[in-house]
């Protein structure tokens, strides 16, 4: 490819980053709309119907939107799907990532939209409403909040730094609750460890230098493909827990400043 076309491509993908943040902000102002009161449910039916509810108000904007940006993408539906996507380009959407932090009227929420193209992220929006806060991040092209640049903690020492952890997703199999435990328990020797959910949130605090690493074990394309790229973008390593290269079909995932990505990976393999 000529030095021209790749900035020509550059420059288009730079552009639909623009418009995808845009529609991103507008599905965020929806939910927002919405979020105030905890919401009650008895049965685990009433649940789902709640969390359908967020979803379908977000990708009533989302999905039109973004496939008028891209009509040939394909759409990821199941934010909790895992695993490699087909060839050619894929949005994959979270409408609501922490959704059910939104039902108990907790702030710890965002919409998110990754454009992948052939299993490589491309471009990531990850919107705060509650703040206002919109992260970016184009590959090859850095990191962004609100326009300005991103960079991963300097830290060089777990034992000063403040690291999380997440959820990966409800009724997780039993044998990765067993090692999220464990390696909580192995990075205690950190100054903070923090757990909650859901990942996007943590991994855009890695990526603005505020928590020095963040792992998970199993997990989905929605919640780490958007935070991967981030963290990558503001020059951080990306990797599973045991320091081998990343991708949506590993078993764990780790995100660290590089200072401390090396003991983050000896302490996890314990």
């Not at 962004?144 to 009724?171: F, K, N, W, Y």
Request: charged fraction near 20%; hydrophobic fraction near 45%.
């Amino acid at each position: 490819m000529s030095a021209t076309l790749q900035t020509t491509d550059h420059a288009a993908d730079a552009d639909l980053l623009d418009q995808t943040a845009s529609a991103v902000r507008a599905a965020g102002a929806a939910l927002r709309e919405r979020f105030g009161e905890v919401v009650r449910y008895q049965t685990r039916e009433e649940l789902m119907r709640a969390l359908a509810a967020n979803d379908d108000t977000a990708l009533d904007i989302l999905r039109p939107r973004l496939t008028s940006l891209r009509p040939e993408a394909g759409w990821v539906e199941d934010e909790l799907d895992g695993g490699a996507l087909p060839s050619g380009e894929w949005w994959v959407v979270d409408p609501a990532e922490g959704n059910v932090n939104h039902l108990h009227a907790l702030p710890d929420w965002a919409v998110t939209a990754t454009l992948v193209r052939d299993n490589q992220p491309v471009l990531i929006v990850v919107h705060l409403p509650l703040t206002g806060e919109t992260y970016t991040a184009l590959a090859g092209a850095g990191a962004h909040l609100d326009g300005r640049p991103l960079h991963v903690s300097r830290t060089e020492d777990l034992g000063l730094g403040i690291v999380a952890t997440s959820q990966a997703r409800p009724d997780e199999d039993e044998k990765v609750v067993r090692r999220v435990g464990s390696s909580i328990s192995a990075m205690l020797d950190a100054l903070v460890v923090r757990t909650s959910v859901p990942a996007t949130l943590h991994l855009v605090n890695v990526a603005a230098g505020r928590i020095d690493a963040f792992w998970q074990f199993a997990g989905a394309r929605a919640d780490l493909l958007p935070g991967a790229l981030l963290v990558t973008e503001a020059g951080g390593q990306i990797s599973d827990a045991e320091g081998r290269p990343w991708t949506p079909q590993s078993e764990s995932f780790l995100a660290a400043a590089p200072g401390v990505h090396a003991a983050a990976v000896a302490t996890l393999s314990r």
